[in-house]
């Protein structure tokens, strides 16, 4: 699951060369998605992922909170139970984040994250199981964000602008690194988009150059062709398979 949520990540990097329209992202926002994997031929329903936005406010600042839920469905939980939650807390004005939070529990193997946004500079803390806590500092370009916050960046691309074919090169960090991306524009499709009903949609296509991935063009996603480009199908090819998130409900959008 851990590798589904960075494909899911990394479809959205594309957001970054492209001006920011932050009032497309607002609080009270809810995508539920169910996530499938092909078991002996057969897409068969796992889990399910939830996207979801709120305003948190401190005493010195206001932000966005973005998060991304991923759960085993309660019937798979004991062959392998994942609970694993993402969060970002961005700038609602210019969606950077100021704080990256990862906290994963998947068949028993834990890891927590956090990485706190200073310009280009990042002060992460990581603890395994029970391995004593790690910690770094490092340094992200300008363009580069944490995972979460760039599931929400992507809809404030203008995508109407993109010739098929068309590509680009991004970087996005994860896991205490900077990974190179590569988006291409595929053109649009009708798709289901759950209680949002059929909905003509931008196709993307994402190579990056880890082993997460696999395959040229086998990575996909769908996104509706209005200001919202609420995600509505993501498939995926990695070493051990193949599977694909489908949007089931739509709230607050």
Known sequence: ??????????FFVCCSFTRVNS???????????????NMSGLMTQLAQVTMSTENVTTSKNTYLHLSCELSTYSKWDSFFKIRDLYESYV??????????????????????????????SVSSTS????????????TIGGSTQDVVSL???V???????????????LMIVFDEKQIPVTLKYMGKEIISAGNLGKKECYKLSIGAKTDALKGTDKNLIWLTADAKKVPTLLKFSIPVGTGQLV?????GI
């Not at 700038?91 to 310009?119: A, H, Q």
């Open 151 to 153: 599931l929400y960046k």
């Open 91 to 120: 700038n609602p004005m210019t969606l950077k984040p100021s704080l990256y939070k990862r906290n994963i529990d998947e068949g028993g193997w834990t890891k927590k994250e956090k990485y706190v946004f200073k310009g280009n």
């Open 1 to 10: 699951m851990r590798k589904i949520l960075y494909i899911l990540c990394s």
């Open 127 to 138: 603890k395994k199981r029970k391995r004593p806590e790690t910690q770094k500092n490092f």
């Open 23 to 37: 009032q497309t992202i607002k609080a009270g926002e809810k995508l539920v998605f169910t996530g499938s994997y």
């Open 247 to 251: 949007l089931t409900s739509a709230s």
């Open 155 to 169: 809809r404030t691309m203008d995508l109407s602008k993109f010739k098929v074919g068309q590509t680009q090169n």
